[in-house]
């Protein structure tokens, strides 16, 4: 196990109508101005906006609003976002929806704070020094956002995806309530069960760092994600899946499922450049294509572990006298999975064409200037060789 810290400050409130004591939540911290923050009107069609306004409006919260939140969230609209901020002393931006509002949320809460592009901090070329406070209140189960210290735009003017982790953008608190994902539809729960998962298993297959206790975290989780999972396709408004997605999706990318390894999420990275260059993919259906492509890649670079994640999650045999055979039927149990729940397993099936993976391949590693590190260093020939693994 190598050196670590964990740092997880995020109040969480868990369970049935949390979301209606968003009033007092917020008025117990002592903030009187918040942004209201979300995505592009399904919490109108819910009925929870007007239960958050009615809670804001019931303990004296002042708030103004910005909607529009779009899944691969873009820069221009969290550009909007500070200016509102800074116009109208927001102490607080409230983010009502999955991962897309509360990423853009937390670059705002940033740049708010700062006098100056916030692109900058995305492209990591600034660190954030001070950022206004997030909440949450959760609406989709996949990101994992909602207590991660991680926050994905896309700069809709260059095609870029890209992220940047800091403290200041662990939120303040969140509300989780599982019946507020009832409504998802199939293919949005099959998109936040594969990123859930993803937050999981590219932590777990690891190049360095023995843990145990990692492990077996890690183990439960994408175990339990992947039962309830099937449960929550099957039965939308079965309350304990739909608890297990939720809670699962909070505990996969807060860095908890990660302590004592040295990793590097490579799927994310090239997935990043598939949605960041085509708007219309969702983040979780390309991370179905990008990720076992990438297992083909990499399993020979450590089979034991492979083995493991074979044998440990998906109850795999152990081949002791061909080992490559148990790393193999992971591979391909993770490839069923992802196709019994509707995620597409190729970029055809995304509509991406095959001459599209050069440009992908040389933003990702930003143009000759960054590689990947991993079992290997991933430059342009190797994220070619990974993306053409995905036709």
Request: proline share 4%; aromatic share 10%; with cysteine.
């Amino acid at each position: 196990m190598i050196n670590f810290e964990f740092y997880s400050p995020t109040r969480v409130f868990f369970g049935r109508d949390q979301h209606k004591r968003i009033g007092e939540i917020i008025k117990g911290y002592g903030f009187k101005k918040v942004l209201l923050h979300y995505g592009g009107g399904s919490i109108k069609k819910t009925g929870l906006y007007d239960e958050v306004v009615k809670a804001l409006n019931d303990s004296g919260i002042d708030f103004v609003e910005l909607g529009g939140a779009q899944p691969n969230p873009i820069l221009g609209l969290v550009k909007k976002g500070i200016e509102i901020c800074k116009k109208e002393n927001v102490e607080l931006v409230l983010a009502v929806g999955g991962g897309s509002a509360i990423d853009s949320a937390k670059v705002i809460a940033v740049g708010a704070a700062h006098d100056c592009d916030p692109w900058l901090f995305s492209s990591k070329k600034k660190v954030p020094e001070r950022a206004l406070p997030v909440g949450t209140i959760l609406t989709l189960s996949a990101t994992g956002s909602e207590t991660s210290s991680s926050a994905v735009i896309t700069n809709e003017e260059l095609k870029l995806k890209r992220g940047f982790n800091s403290d200041f953008n662990r939120p303040l608190f969140s509300i989780l309530n599982p019946e507020l994902t009832f409504t998802v539809s199939p293919y949005q729960t099959a998109c936040g069960i594969v990123d859930i998962m993803m937050h999981t298993a590219e932590r777990y297959l690891t190049q360095k760092g023995e843990a145990e206790v990692t492990d077996r975290i890690a183990e439960a989780v994408l175990k339990s994600t992947i039962m309830a999972g099937r449960v929550a396709l099957k039965n939308p408004r079965d309350y304990e899946a739909r608890a297990t997605l939720m809670w699962a999706g909070s505990l996969s990318h807060n860095g908890l499922t990660g302590l004592g390894r040295d990793y590097f999420m490579v799927s994310h990275q090239i997935e990043h450049e598939i949605s960041g260059m085509f708007e219309e993919v969702a983040h979780g259906a390309g991370l179905a294509v990008v990720f076992p492509a990438w297992m083909k890649y990499a399993y020979k670079f450590n089979i034991p572990r492979f083995c493991q994640y074979a044998v440990r999650v998906w109850n795999c045999e152990m081949d002791y006298e061909n080992p490559e055979n148990t790393a193999i039927a992971g591979i391909e149990a993770t490839i069923k999975y992802f196709k019994e729940i509707g995620m597409p397993t190729t970029l055809r099936e995304l509509n991406i064409p095959e001459d599209s993976i050069e440009e992908m391949a040389e933003k990702c590693t930003d143009y000759g200037n960054r590689t990947l590190p991993g079992y290997i260093e991933y430059g342009k020939k190797e994220i070619i060789d990974i993306l053409k693994l995905c036709l």
